[in-house]
C-alpha cells in the first residue's frame, strides 16, 4: 500500500493538468514523429515546426524530457527517447498515438491546443476569464486565497527556516494573499515584522486571515499593484508563489522596483517551484510548470534563468535553496 504524505498530495494536485498537455502534442501535432525526423530540436525550432507558442514549446520540452520521452542533449536541444520511440512515432510497431487521441477531446485539452495555439491563458477551469480577471472578483479572490492558505500552512515553516540567516528586520510580502508566509516568518524570527502587498479585492481576506493567526500586531497589510513602485523601509522583498505567474519580461519589471526599494544589502527572495539547471526536470516541479503554462503569463523557471534577469538589474549572489514538497527559494542580494 501507497502512504501519500502532504507534499505528494499538493505534487499530484500539481500535475492534474500535464496530461492533457500530453495528449494535445500527440493528438494535435504528432510532436514525437516530427522530432524523430530531426537530429535534435530546440525550444524556438519546436514552437517553428509545430507552429506554437514558444513559451509552451520550452514547457513542453521540460515536461517530455522529465517524464523520459525525450532526452536532453547537451546543448539544450531534445530528441525522442525511450517509450516515445517504442510507441509514440508513425511505423512503430506497437504505436500507442491512436489510443492517446481518445482523450483529445477532454475540456483540459482542448484548453491544451488553444494555449499552444496562442500563447495565451486558457480560462480558469474552463469556464469563461482566465486566473488575472477573475482575481479582480472578490467571491474568486476569496476562493483562491484560500486555497493558497491552505497550501502556505503546509509549506511556510520550511521557507521561514531556509531563510532565517539573512537575519531581515521588516519583510515585505509581495502578492502575499492571506499572509500565511508573513505570519510564519515573523513566527520564526522574533525580531522581525511585515507587511503583506496585494490587490484591493484580497486584502479584506489578509486581513482576517492574519488577525485570525493572531498576528494582526506584527504583519500589516497595504492594498496596492506589486507592478507599482514598491514602499519603502523593507530589507526583504518576498515573492512566494508569484514569479511563476509572470513572463520573463514582467519578472524584470518585479525584480527592477525591489532593486530600487530595498537598501543596500537587502534580499529579493523566490519562493517557488524552480526546474533543474538543465531544465530536465524534476517531474513533479515540470507538471507544475505545465500548470502555470496553461493558466497565466508565466511558468516554472531554473535558478540560472532567474539569475540572468536578477544579476540584470543589479542583483548579486543568487543561489538556490531547497525547502520542501519540491518547493525551494532563489535568493538574491542588493549590493
Known sequence: MTILGAGDILGLLNSTYATDLLIAVVSEHDIFTSLAQRESTSAEQLAELLKIDERAADVTLTYLVALGLLERLPDGAVRPAGPANEHLIAGVPADLRHYVSMFRDRPGCRDAI????????????????????????????????????????????????AIRDLGPKRILDIGGSSGVYACALVDALPETTAAVLDLPSVVDFSRSSIAARGKSDRVDVIAGDMFGELPPGFDLHLYSNVLHDWNAGNIERLAKASFNALPPGGFLVDHDMHLDDTKSGPLREAEFSVRMMLITEGKCYSTPELAEILTGVGFVDVHNRPTIAGYSVVVARKP
Do not use: C, H
Not at 116 to 135: V, Y
Open 114 to 161: 488553444q494555449v499552444l495555439k496562442t500563447g495565451r491563458p486558457a480560462p480558469w477551469e474552463s469556464q469563461g476569464e482566465d486566473w488575472l480577471n477573475r482575481m479582480s472578483t472578490t467571491d474568486f479572490a476569496d476562493m483562491f486565497t484560500a486555497g493558497m492558505n491552505a497550501r502556505g500552512t503546509y509549506i511556510s515553516p520550511a521557507l521561514a527556516e
